[in-house]
């Protein structure tokens, strides 16, 4: 499994153990989960970034890959997410920047 896989293992386990289906994570019929285009770390950018703001805050915008580096930069150095391991960064850059590049043609 990958380290992101394992992640997501242990908060869904960790989410049913405390009960709290209120906010689950993966919930299919999240309207702005069920917005994403499918796809490799899909998940796990949902995961991350659904935790401050709304998904379509990240989903209207159109960034190149170096574009979604930095703004992961912005969202580490200046609101405070939490850093990401580089597999994970990884990750997520390469699922934004597929299917929400400037090259994505939506
Ligand atoms: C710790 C909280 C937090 C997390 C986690 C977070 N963001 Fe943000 N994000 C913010 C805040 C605060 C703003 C700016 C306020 C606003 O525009 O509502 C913002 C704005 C944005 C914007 C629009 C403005 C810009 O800088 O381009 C994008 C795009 C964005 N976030 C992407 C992401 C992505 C991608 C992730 C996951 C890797 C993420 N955010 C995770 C707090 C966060």
Redesign the pocket.
């Known amino acids: 499994m990958r380290p992101s896989a394992i992640k997501i293992v242990v908060v869904t386990a960790a989410t049913l153990f405390c009960g709290l289906v209120a906010k689950s994570a993966y919930a299919d019929d999240d309207p702005d989960y069920a917005a994403m285009i499918e796809g490799d770390g899909k998940d796990f950018?949902f995961l991350?970034?659904s935790?401050?703001?709304a998904m379509q805050?990240?989903l209207q915008?159109r960034y190149s890959r170096r574009g979604?580096q930095d703004?992961?930069k912005?969202?580490t150095e200046d609101?405070?997410?939490a850093e990401l391991e580089s597999d994970e960064r990884r990750l997520?850059i390469d699922y934004?920047n597929l299917n929400y590049g400037t090259a994505a043609g939506r």
Do not use: E, N, P, S
Request: hydrophobic letters at 55%; one cysteine or more.
């Open positions: 950018t991350v970034c935790d401050c703001h805050h990240v915008k979604w703004a992961i912005r969202m609101f405070g997410m997520i934004l």
